[in-house]
């Protein structure tokens, strides 16, 4: 039985226990000068698994604690995957930990449910059952003719069977197996179940290039797709075996803020591409003028009213956003308004423009930003506001819980759309 602890990103390091912090020094997660996590993803030791979730997490409001762990991984597999895809990826994802392990066992543990054990398709020459092969009948028997008719007293076919015992079963099903016990919440809501299924099989060799040796022999007579991604993956988790002398799993991503950014981006609907319509520097150099559009503005995401030719600028913020000193730098706040300056440039005709952070966590104190002109008052009322030159911006704060959820299974988060959508109407 695995004991599941739940902990967030960006809590203190102080408040973790001694053994969990000495296994994230030894993997680097963990630095003499650190005062705070920064890291979301799991560390399997033994039988104690440590969860660490985006910060503003909230467990307590959940009671499906296998599906946030599930959830989780299956997010950070999508992120890494989606930036191996991107042709504009600017973020190299080095800061993805065990992405080969990640991806290889999900793959085998989904394939386990979709397809069930590895089985071998053999093909056997049949007499005088089944059916005809009548070239192979006509080539290889003796025929009679009587009269106009020709008959074949002996005829010969094939039929297919399909072995359950093969040595490559016997591998796929303790690999199976050891996953299950580990990490089988990953697909199934009871991995023991799995195990059980898998118990008559008998264990392959207890050579480990004995294995490799299998499955590589075994890779170059099969044919369909399915089953060549099968062995491959086989053949990747037993290498990852091989050469991991360590005694914990470590599957997540250090820093978490990109990964935010495009979990939001991707379950927002009505977006709007227009990066290649935004403003760029125009440098003058010996009299000649340069564009350098390479070094134009980039925003996270826009979207567009679906009726209306209205927008709003939303840039995901991985900031805790409880207070002053925790929200964003003047550079980002200054950054937006030249967002929404930009975007008056490139739809003149448009009604609304608006500016939105979005922070995690369920709910904060923080409502909106304005710019103001600097004074020695103490009090500052809504007139002091410039949002005539400054648009403000709105600040929505998104569980981040329900946000991993959605964007492991595809899913749009239909209250902040309806929330973004308001905005600009």
């Given at each position: 039985?695995?004991?599941?602890?739940?902990?967030?990103?960006?809590?203190?390091?102080?408040?973790?226990?001694?053994?969990?912090?000495?296994?994230?020094?030894?993997?680097?997660?963990?630095?003499?000068?650190?005062?705070?996590?920064?890291?979301?993803?799991?560390?399997?030791?033994?039988?104690?698994?440590?969860?660490?979730?985006?910060?503003?997490?909230?467990?307590?409001?959940?009671?499906?604690?296998?599906?946030?762990?599930?959830?989780?991984?299956?997010?950070?597999?999508?992120?890494?995957?989606?930036?191996?895809?991107?042709?504009?990826?600017?973020?190299?994802?080095?800061?993805?930990?065990?992405?080969?392990?990640?991806?290889?066992?999900?793959?085998?543990?989904?394939?386990?449910?979709?397809?069930?054990?590895?089985?071998?398709?053999?093909?056997?020459?049949?007499?005088?059952?089944?059916?005809?092969?009548?070239?192979?009948?006509?080539?290889?028997?003796?025929?009679?003719?009587?009269?106009?008719?020709?008959?074949?007293?002996?005829?010969?076919?094939?039929?297919?069977?399909?072995?359950?015992?093969?040595?490559v079963s016997r591998i796929h099903a303790q690999i199976i197996r050891d996953l299950c016990d580990q990490v089988g919440w990953v697909t199934f809501d009871e991995p023991s179940i799995v195990e059980q299924e898998l118990v008559n099989i008998p264990l392959p060799s207890d050579s480990h290039e004995h294995k490799l040796i299998t499955l590589k022999q075994e890779l170059g007579i099969v044919y369909s797709e399915r089953d060549i991604l099968l062995i491959k993956n086989l053949i990747t988790y037993l290498?990852?075996?091989?050469?991991?002398?360590?005694?914990?799993?470590?599957?997540?991503?250090?820093?978490?803020?990109?990964?935010?950014?495009?979990?939001?981006?991707?379950?927002?609907?009505?977006?709007?591409?227009?990066?290649?319509?935004?403003?760029?520097?125009?440098?003058?150099?010996?009299?000649?003028?340069?564009?350098?559009?390479?070094?134009?503005?980039?925003?996270?995401?826009?979207?567009?009213?679906?009726?209306?030719?209205?927008?709003?600028?939303?840039?995901?913020?991985?900031?805790?956003?409880?207070?002053?000193?925790?929200?964003?730098?003047?550079?980002?706040?200054?950054?937006?308004?030249?967002?929404?300056?930009?975007?008056?440039?490139?739809?003149?005709?448009?009604?609304?423009?608006?500016?939105?952070?979005?922070?995690?966590?369920?709910?904060?104190?923080?409502?909106?930003?304005?710019?103001?002109?600097?004074?020695?008052?103490?009090?500052?009322?809504?007139?002091?506001?410039?949002?005539?030159?400054?648009?403000?911006?709105?600040?929505?704060?998104?569980?981040?819980?329900?946000?991993?959820?959605?964007?492991?299974?595809?899913?749009?988060?239909?209250?902040?759309?309806?929330?973004?959508?308001?905005?600009?109407?």
């Open positions: 039985m695995i004991n599941n602890v739940f902990y967030t990103d960006r809590e203190l390091i102080s408040e973790l226990p001694i053994a969990l912090i000495n296994i994230m020094k030894a993997n680097g997660l963990v630095s003499i000068d650190m005062v705070k996590i920064h890291y979301c993803g799991i560390i399997l030791h033994k039988k104690e698994l440590a969860i660490f979730l985006p910060r503003g997490s909230r467990v307590d409001i959940y009671s499906d604690s296998k599906g946030i762990s599930r959830s989780l991984l299956r997010s950070i597999n999508r992120y890494q995957t989606s930036l191996k895809n991107r042709i504009d990826n600017n973020d190299s994802g080095e800061n993805v930990i065990g992405q080969t392990s990640l991806s290889t066992i999900i793959s085998l543990l989904d394939h386990y449910k979709n397809n069930g054990i590895y089985v071998r398709r053999v093909k056997q020459n049949i007499r005088n059952t089944g059916t005809v092969n009548w070239r192979k009948t006509i080539n290889k028997t003796i025929s009679y003719t009587v009269g106009d008719d020709v008959f074949y007293p002996d005829t010969l076919g094939t039929k297919h069977r399909y072995r359950h015992d093969s040595e290498n990852i075996q091989k050469g991991d002398h360590q005694d914990s799993l470590i599957i997540g991503i250090r820093e978490f803020h990109g990964m935010w950014e495009q979990m939001l981006n991707n379950c927002l609907r009505n977006k709007e591409k227009m990066n290649h319509r935004l403003m760029a520097p125009l440098f003058k150099i010996s009299g000649e003028y340069y564009l350098a559009p390479e070094k134009g503005q980039r925003t996270d995401t826009i979207v567009k009213h679906p009726e209306k030719n209205n927008y709003v600028v939303v840039d995901a913020k991985y900031y805790a956003a409880t207070s002053i000193n925790t929200s964003p730098s003047l550079s980002d706040i200054v950054k937006q308004f030249y967002y929404s300056q930009a975007i008056k440039l490139a739809e003149p005709d448009a009604q609304v423009i608006n500016n939105v952070f979005v922070f995690p966590g369920l709910s904060g104190k923080i409502e909106s930003i304005h710019m103001a002109i600097k004074n020695k008052n103490k009090i500052h009322v809504k007139e002091d506001c410039l949002d005539n030159d400054y648009s403000p911006i709105t600040c929505i704060y998104q569980d981040p819980i329900e946000l991993i959820k959605n964007y492991a299974s595809g899913r749009y988060l239909e209250k902040l759309n309806t929330k973004i959508i308001k905005l600009c109407s």
